[in-house]
């Protein structure tokens, strides 16, 4: 957002909001994005903020030259095992891809190997989360319809998410991933298993060392993702305690409307409002049943992969913290020996390069991704008060329906045969 | 000799004489007009007291500030000081114990719960809560109002006597001697199992009764589930605000927005107190007609008492005629003792049956004069309980409608405040 002073309070005109006004000012898009004389009315300022929302949006929309879906999961069964193949369907105006259109079958292993060479290859480059290889609680079978379908959904977020990097979308892995009908080949190229090895090892063992000091910015940026990590934690943890209470709460909705209908079965008069508020009550019932759907399919997934994130981010620290230890600890070996030390030197000066392209790559990085978290977990926050404004309205309606209802009905005795 | 009378002890003319004295005691000189059209009466304040109880313990209680003023003294003007005293729950009881009592073919309108039942989780169940003590002061102005409003109770002196002398009207209430005149549990449980003829519509209502206490109750404890569970949901967003605040201070651009919508979340959570306390009285208009059922059986077994009585007292004359035939024809129809004795040694001189046959003379005069009056006793009670049946459906049916209304105004009302709190709330994300 530009640095425009805003208001403290407008939400009393927010909610008198005219639509039409809205309309209005998307088809003048141009001349509000450019920052230019700052119109007065409230209604405009929140145009405003859509506006900039959307122009995010078309920053990706704009340049957005490939468009990639995961879908049509299918069970493949062979001799050993079976699991499941998602079809990822690429279309792209790229000029490093041969064609315009893909189509390839992958499974989850698929995108393990994607995602592994890209931390390889960018170790301080922040790679957006896979979903989780199985699901702790619950005991969710892997092959339960529910469970491939938050599945197929993070994986084709994690996609886009690649894509949308301008450093990880130009990856050779990520091409062939998208491309190659056979992995298996590609698979088995380069470095592979044995490297990763000798990093955790070097990883460890640089670790133990110890990191003489770490850059100020990177202290903050530490701190801000160990805070982080708990507070997105926390926000996940409260929404499924929410969507608990709310299916309890359901639960018994259902055992308290019946109750009106039996007493309506010994009464004469009051049988009729006495059903109404039972059918009140179950509708109000599948309106909460509808809400928490939304919560479940919107905002758990958007927080869950953001706790993913955040031990992404830990991780990239830690890599970072090792690249830096790696060469000090070189620098150090430099300063003590006497022999070698011209190649010693090619080393260490090759290691501080190392150094100083990891860091920048983070903080290039680091910038983008907080202004990807911040749209991400606003929209969700967004769609889920949306939700629910929607959710107390339908509500609303349903007990306004019922008052209706009983206040024509006098008239109607009052009238006798006359029913108006 | 009341060898051969049959059943249990009957209703003696004496007893019928005192219920009638009890009665003309009772009503005053106008009959028609209500008392709450002469009077207006509210309960005003409730307030904690402490004192020695009957086994000379400490103790504390809460007594009620009722307040009555004259109708004319407000219609000419002036505008003169309510007159007041204090009672507790325990005298309310009295009175309605008496009323039942002395009109038992009278719904009587119930009292608001003696504890707190319904309860759910964080509902206090203390009968010294104050949200408590403030729903039973409702209570009794409730009970005070129907009462006095109602055609019949309304003139009765012992009610006026309640409201207006606070500190003899427990003698006189005694003195009635009322509670001599209650229908012990076991006859009238014997009569329900025992009776034959009762009236269809009584019946009915009995069966009714059962019905609405079984729905009534069965629906305010789903109720009070529903709300605890509502209750979990709307604090649970408490701990949104919680956490977005603390998430807020890490945050450079979303910090603001954040921040407020915790707090919003904050009211959110706040928010059900008072939703819930306001359907608590929802509940208390429920929970009215749920004691209302036991009024309506009171009256139903006021009948099958009477009714059983009168069957009782009839079956008596037809015994003790038929003695009275066997004694004068000298044939034994039924077993007797006397009978018995009779052929074992020999029958007795004729100025002993002489004696006998007078004495059942009297008794079947008697005898034919009880059936006669519980005859009348019976009607009267079928007639004035049909009356007063008529009245109560009437009064419940529109009752419970406006309570059903209610209902659905405080859900909306609800829904109004939930749909302004996430308005907010997205507002304050839009900032983010």
Same mark, same amino acid.
């Given at each position: 957002?530009?640095?425009?002073?805003?208001?403290?309070?407008?939400?009393?005109?927010?909610?008198?909001?005219?639509?039409?006004?809205?309309?209005?000012?998307?088809?003048?898009?141009?001349?509000?994005?450019?920052?230019?004389?700052?119109?007065?009315?409230?209604?405009?300022?929140?145009?405003?903020?859509?506006?900039?929302?959307?122009?995010?949006?078309?920053?990706?929309?704009?340049?957005?030259?490939?468009?990639?879906?995961?879908?049509?999961?299918?069970?493949?069964?062979?001799?050993?095992?079976?699991?499941?193949?998602?079809?990822?369907?690429?279309?792209?105006?790229?000029?490093?891809?041969?064609?315009?259109?893909?189509?390839?079958?992958?499974?989850?292993?698929?995108?393990?190997?994607?995602?592994?060479?890209?931390?390889?290859?960018?170790?301080?480059?922040?790679?957006?989360?896979?979903?989780?290889?199985? %699901? =702790?609680?619950?005991?969710?079978?892997?092959?339960?319809?529910?469970?491939?379908?938050?599945? /197929?959904?993070?994986?084709?977020?994690?996609?886009?998410?690649?894509?949308?990097?301008?450093?990880?979308?130009?990856?050779?892995?990520?091409?062939?991933?998208?491309?190659?009908?056979?992995?298996?080949?590609?698979?088995?190229?380069?470095?592979?298993?044995?490297? /990763?090895?000798?990093?955790?090892?070097?990883?460890?063992?640089?670790? %133990?060392?110890?990191?003489?000091? /770490?850059?100020?910015?990177?202290?903050?940026?530490?701190?801000?993702?160990?805070?982080?990590?708990?507070?997105?934690?926390?926000?996940?943890?409260?929404?499924?305690?929410?969507?608990?209470?709310?299916?309890?709460?359901?639960?018994?909705?259902?055992?308290?409307?019946?109750?009106?209908?039996?007493?309506?079965?010994?009464?004469?008069?009051?049988?009729?409002?006495?059903?109404?508020?039972?059918?009140?009550?179950?509708?109000?019932?599948?309106?909460?049943?509808?809400?928490?759907?939304? =919560?479940?399919?919107?905002?758990?997934?958007? *927080?869950?992969?953001? %706790?993913?994130?955040?031990?992404?981010?830990?991780?990239?620290?830690?890599?970072?913290?090792?690249?830096?230890?790696?060469?000090?600890?070189?620098?150090?070996?430099?300063?003590?020996?006497?022999?070698?030390?011209?190649?010693?030197?090619?080393?260490?000066?090759?290691?501080?390069?190392?150094?100083?392209?990891?860091?920048?790559?983070?903080?290039?990085?680091?910038?983008?991704?907080?202004?990807?978290?911040?749209?991400?977990?606003?929209?969700?926050?967004?769609?889920?008060?949306?939700?629910?404004?929607?959710?107390?309205?339908?509500?609303?309606?349903?007990?306004?329906?019922?008052? *209706?209802?009983?206040?024509?009905?006098?008239?109607?005795?009052?009238?006798?045969?006359?029913?108006? | 000799?009341?060898? #051969?009378?049959?059943?249990?002890?009957?209703?003696?003319?004496?007893?019928?004489?005192?219920?009638?004295?009890?009665?003309?005691?009772?009503?005053?000189?106008?009959?028609?007009? !209500?008392?709450?059209?002469?009077?207006?009466?509210?309960?005003?304040?409730?307030?904690?007291?402490?004192?020695?109880?009957?086994?000379?313990?400490?103790?504390?209680?809460?007594?009620?500030?009722?307040?009555?003023?004259?109708?004319?003294?407000?219609?000419?003007?002036?505008?003169?000081?309510?007159?007041?005293?204090?009672?507790?729950?325990?005298?309310?009881?009295?009175?309605?114990?008496?009323?039942?009592?002395?009109?038992?073919?009278?719904?009587?309108?119930?009292?608001?719960?003696?504890?707190?039942?319904?309860?759910?989780?964080?509902?206090?169940?203390?009968?010294?809560?104050?949200?408590?003590?403030?729903?039973?002061?409702?209570?009794?102005?409730?009970?005070?109002?129907?009462?006095?409003?109602?055609?019949?109770?309304?003139? @009765?002196?012992?009610?006026?006597?309640?409201?207006?002398?606070?500190?003899?009207?427990?003698?006189?209430?005694?003195?009635?001697?009322?509670?001599?005149?209650?229908?012990?549990?076991?006859?009238?449980?014997?009569?329900?199992?025992?009776?034959?003829?009762?009236?269809?519509?009584?019946?009915?209502?009995?069966?009714?009764? #059962?019905?609405?206490?079984?729905?009534?109750?069965?629906?305010?404890?789903?109720?009070?589930?529903?709300?605890?569970?509502?209750?979990?949901?709307?604090?649970?967003?408490?701990?949104?605000?919680?956490?977005?605040?603390?998430?807020?201070?890490?945050?450079?651009?979303?910090? #603001?927005?954040?921040?407020?919508?915790?707090?919003?979340?904050?009211?959110?959570?706040?928010?059900?107190?008072?939703?819930? +306390?306001?359907?608590?009285?929802?509940?208390?208009?429920?929970?009215?007609?749920?004691?209302?059922?036991?009024?309506?059986?009171?009256?139903?077994?006021?009948?099958?008492?009477?009714?059983? &009585?009168?069957?009782?007292?009839?079956?008596?004359?037809?015994?003790?005629?038929?003695?009275?035939?066997?004694?004068?024809?000298?044939?034994?129809? !039924?077993?007797?003792?006397?009978?018995?004795?009779?052929?074992?040694?020999?029958?007795?001189?004729?100025?002993?049956? +002489?004696?006998?046959?007078?004495?059942?003379?009297?008794?079947?005069?008697?005898?034919?004069?009880?059936?006669?009056?519980?005859?009348?006793?019976?009607?009267?009670?079928?007639?004035?309980?049909?009356? @007063?049946?008529?009245?109560?459906?009437?009064?419940?049916?529109?009752?419970?409608?406006?309570?059903?209304?209610?209902?659905?105004?405080?859900?909306?009302?609800?829904?109004?405040?939930?749909?302004?709190?996430?308005?907010?709330?997205? &507002?304050?994300?839009?900032?983010?």
């Amino acid at each position: 957002m530009s640095g425009q002073t805003v208001p403290a309070d407008f939400s009393g005109h927010m909610l008198d909001l005219d639509e039409d006004e809205d309309l209005e000012v998307f088809s003048k898009n141009t001349s509000l994005a450019d920052g230019s004389s700052m119109p007065n009315s409230p209604s405009s300022l929140v145009n405003q903020y859509r506006l900039e929302e959307d122009e995010e949006d078309q920053q990706y929309a704009s340049t957005k030259d490939i468009f990639i879906t995961v879908d049509n999961p299918e069970s493949h069964v062979t001799a050993i095992e079976t699991f499941i193949m998602y079809r990822v369907l690429t279309k792209t105006t790229r000029s490093e891809f041969d064609s315009s259109e893909y189509e390839v079958r992958r499974r989850y292993q698929d995108f393990l190997w994607l995602r592994g060479r890209l931390e390889e290859n960018h170790p301080t480059l922040i790679v957006h989360p896979l979903p989780e290889k199985f %699901v =702790m609680k619950g005991m969710v079978e892997r092959f339960n319809d529910d469970f491939i379908e938050t599945r /197929r959904k993070a994986l084709h977020r994690f996609l886009n998410k690649i894509s949308e990097h301008p450093i990880l979308s130009c990856s050779p892995h990520f091409k062939v991933f998208l491309t190659a009908q056979e992995l298996t080949s590609h698979k088995k190229q380069g470095p592979g298993f044995l490297s /990763r090895m000798g990093e955790t090892v070097r990883a460890v063992a640089n670790s %133990v060392r110890g990191l003489r000091s /770490r850059p100020e910015e990177f202290v903050v940026m530490q701190e801000y993702v160990e805070d982080f990590s708990n507070k997105v934690s926390s926000v996940d943890k409260v929404t499924q305690r929410i969507i608990k209470e709310q299916r309890e709460y359901v639960d018994e909705l259902k055992q308290y409307s019946p109750t009106y209908i039996q007493w309506a079965g010994s009464e004469e008069m009051l049988a009729e409002p006495l059903k109404g508020v039972a059918s009140c009550v179950e509708r109000c019932g599948k309106e909460t049943e509808d809400q928490i759907q939304h =919560m479940s399919e919107v905002l758990v997934p958007a *927080l869950h992969e953001y %706790v993913l994130c955040a031990e992404t981010l830990k991780a990239v620290m830690r890599r970072r913290d090792n690249i830096q230890a790696e060469f000090e600890a070189k620098n150090e070996a430099l300063a003590s020996r006497k022999v070698d030390q011209e190649a010693l030197q090619e080393e260490v000066d090759a290691l501080a390069d190392r150094v100083e392209l990891a860091n920048n790559a983070l903080k290039g990085d680091w910038s983008r991704w907080q202004s990807s978290m911040r749209h991400d977990l606003r929209s969700a926050f967004i769609s889920t008060a949306e939700k629910n404004v929607e959710y107390y309205e339908k509500c609303l309606a349903v007990w306004e329906s019922f008052l *209706l209802s009983q206040r024509v009905e006098p008239m109607e005795q009052r009238d006798g045969e006359d029913v108006s | 000799m009341a060898e #051969d009378v049959k059943g249990g002890p009957v209703a003696t003319d004496d007893d019928s004489e005192q219920l009638a004295a009890i009665a003309s005691l009772s009503t005053s000189v106008e009959g028609s007009c !209500t008392l709450l059209q002469r009077m207006e009466i509210c309960v005003a304040e409730a307030e904690k007291r402490s004192g020695k109880n009957a086994v000379n313990m400490q103790e504390t209680f809460t007594v009620y500030l009722i307040e009555t003023r004259s109708m004319d003294a407000m219609a000419d003007g002036r505008n003169p000081a309510p007159d007041s005293l204090w009672r507790r729950y325990s005298e309310f009881e009295l009175l309605r114990s008496y009323l039942i009592v002395a009109y038992p073919y009278i719904v009587v309108p119930p009292l608001p719960e003696k504890r707190a039942e319904f309860v759910w989780h964080k509902l206090s169940a203390d009968n010294m809560d104050p949200d408590f003590v403030e729903r039973r002061r409702i209570g009794l102005e409730n009970f005070l109002l129907r009462v006095a409003s109602h055609r019949v109770l309304s003139n @009765d002196k012992i009610l006026y006597h309640f409201l207006t002398e606070e500190h003899s009207w427990k003698e006189v209430v005694y003195e009635t001697g009322f509670q001599a005149k209650a229908d012990s549990r076991l006859r009238a449980l014997s009569a329900t199992f025992r009776v034959r003829n009762t009236h269809k519509r009584l019946m009915d209502m009995k069966h009714y009764s #059962d019905e609405l206490q079984s729905h009534t109750s069965q629906l305010l404890r789903a109720r009070a589930r529903v709300a605890d569970r509502l209750y979990g949901v709307f604090k649970v967003h408490g701990n949104y605000g919680r956490v977005f605040s603390e998430w807020s201070a890490i945050e450079r651009e979303m910090g #603001d927005g954040l921040q407020s919508a915790g707090h919003h979340m904050d009211a959110y959570a706040a928010s059900i107190d008072d939703i819930l +306390e306001e359907e608590e009285h929802y509940a208390d208009q429920l929970k009215e007609y749920l004691f209302y059922a036991e009024a309506l059986r009171a009256v139903c077994r006021k009948h099958e008492l009477t009714q059983f &009585e009168l069957e009782m007292a009839s079956q008596d004359l037809v015994s003790k005629k038929q003695q009275r035939e066997e004694l004068a024809t000298g044939i034994v129809r !039924t077993f007797s003792f006397k009978g018995m004795t009779n052929k074992l040694f020999g029958q007795e001189a004729p100025e002993q049956r +002489e004696a006998r046959l007078k004495l059942l003379e009297e008794l079947i005069a008697e005898g034919e004069d009880t059936v006669k009056d519980k005859t009348v006793e019976c009607e009267e009670h079928i007639e004035r309980a049909w009356e @007063d049946m008529e009245r109560f459906e009437e009064q419940r049916d529109k009752d419970l409608r406006e309570a059903l209304i209610n209902y659905a105004v405080m859900q909306i009302s609800m829904c109004k405040k939930g749909i302004q709190v996430w308005n907010n709330a997205k &507002e304050c994300f839009l900032k983010m």
